[in-house]
């Protein structure tokens, strides 16, 4: 990997991101020096501008970043480096260096998670989320079942259309069946992977 470090100060910056849910967590810098450590040990090790040294995220802590892998970017100026966090990655205690959670998301299907939550904590007549948690789970559930052979059928024909529109009203109604059993993805994502190991 050949690396462009920084001419005046030998650093380069490296951008930390969970290796499993995609976060980013912090931002250190490192030199040649502690780039061979980190691949040698595969904790992370950064240099420490404010110090002037090298130190190991982790080293009083016990917080280390496990190392998954590196890369660096089209210019070889900047680093990515994947990991795999042990605690909290911030020192002050956070997951984050920005003080975020670090949990996994799953774009539009979070964001539809939490309208289905909404929709059950403040129901309205008009709301049919509402109107399905209001029904109880043995309805929840038959819908569940009624949109999979749906989708079952439609997979045996060639109309994509009706084939994708059916497959997002079952993923729609799952979630809903989740939220109703108190589950969200993050725990099916869980499942899958302790499964995978």
């Excluded at 910056?13 to 976060?23: E, G």
């Excluded at 040649?32 to 040294?53: L, P, W, Y």
Aim: aromatic share 8%; net charge negative; with cysteine.
């Amino acid at each position: 990997m050949k690396i462009n470090f920084d001419k005046k100060t030998e650093l380069v910056p490296a951008i930390v991101q969970d290796a499993r849910t995609k976060n980013v967590l912090m931002l250190g810098y490192m030199n040649q020096e502690a780039f061979d450590r980190t691949i040698a040990t595969k904790k992370v090790t950064f240099f420490s501008r404010s110090k002037q040294r090298l130190w190991t995220k982790g080293e009083e802590s016990g917080n280390f970043l496990h190392l998954e892998g590196i890369k660096n970017d089209c210019d070889g100026d900047s680093l990515l480096v994947s990991v795999s966090p042990e605690g909290p990655t911030c020192h002050k205690g956070t997951d984050t260096c920005w003080a975020e959670t670090n949990s996994s998301q799953f774009g539009f299907l979070s964001t539809l998670e939490n309208v289905i939550k909404s929709r059950r904590e403040n129901p309205s007549e008009k709301s049919y989320v509402a109107s399905l948690f209001e029904k109880g789970i043995n309805k929840i559930a038959q819908k569940v079942g009624e949109e999979a052979v749906e989708v079952v059928i439609e997979a045996k024909d060639n109309d994509e259309k009706l084939f994708l529109d059916e497959s997002a009203d079952l993923l729609f109604h799952y979630l809903i069946l989740l939220q109703a059993k108190g589950y969200t993805l993050k725990d099916i994502e869980q499942v899958l992977i302790n499964r995978h190991k």
